[in-house]
């Protein structure tokens, strides 16, 4: 297993959720599949791929653009999560990344950054066992400028009181990439530190 690591002069962490400290994306997927399917939506891999760090209402809304529904985002993002909520037992950790958060703790402040709703991020922070390890968590809710905007992990360097240029992101979408990036903070990209399962049966 590749191990992922802290850069010199790094004060803080900030980590994304859904596809950085759990591997949700598989379960994410399936979720919208299944709420899209009945209107005639091909929901695929390659189309959530690019909807990573997008929050549900504004997936919703990419959808309306590229296939010419008119499906409801706030709805229908209601619904995808209560569908992907059914289903999120089944979710797993990304264990490079839980490794170096049980390194940390203690250590250096630490921040959950998500585009992700609240409530859900909290319990898959306590379906894996991680909550003990975070006391900030910025959501969907707490912001209102989104990835690739940086305004979420500006919040979080906030919140932990470090200045950006001190902080390292940890996140495994292009979008949050870029938004770790326009916030002038230090990028790293997780995906190749595991295997990614988005369009396989869960």
Not at 92 to 117: D, S
């Amino acid at each position: 297993m590749k191990t992922l690591t802290v850069l010199p002069g790094i004060k803080g962490l900030i980590f994304d959720l859904d596809g950085t400290i759990a591997d949700t994306m598989p379960i994410h997927f399936i979720a919208y599949r299944n709420i899209l399917r009945p209107f005639g939506v091909e929901f695929t891999p390659e189309l959530f791929v690019t909807m990573a760090g997008i929050p549900a209402v504004g997936s919703i809304a990419k959808v309306n653009e590229l296939f010419g529904t008119t499906l409801d985002p706030e709805l229908f993002g209601r619904l995808k999560e209560e569908e992907y909520e059914k289903e999120m037992v089944k979710m797993k950790a990304v264990e490079p990344v839980v490794q170096l958060i049980r390194e940390y703790h203690g250590k250096l402040p630490m921040a959950v950054g998500t585009g992700g709703y609240k409530r859900l991020a909290w319990k898959t922070l306590e379906i894996l066992d991680l909550k003990k390890y975070f006391s900030i968590l910025v959501s969907s809710e707490d912001v209102e400028h989104h990835k690739p905007a940086p305004d979420t992990f500006l919040k979080c360097a906030e919140l932990m009181g470090v200045e950006p240029a001190f902080c390292q992101v940890f996140e495994d979408g292009r979008l949050g990439l870029e938004a770790a990036e326009a916030g002038g903070m230090a990028a790293v990209d997780v995906t190749p530190f595991y295997e990614v399962s988005i369009g396989k049966e869960i």
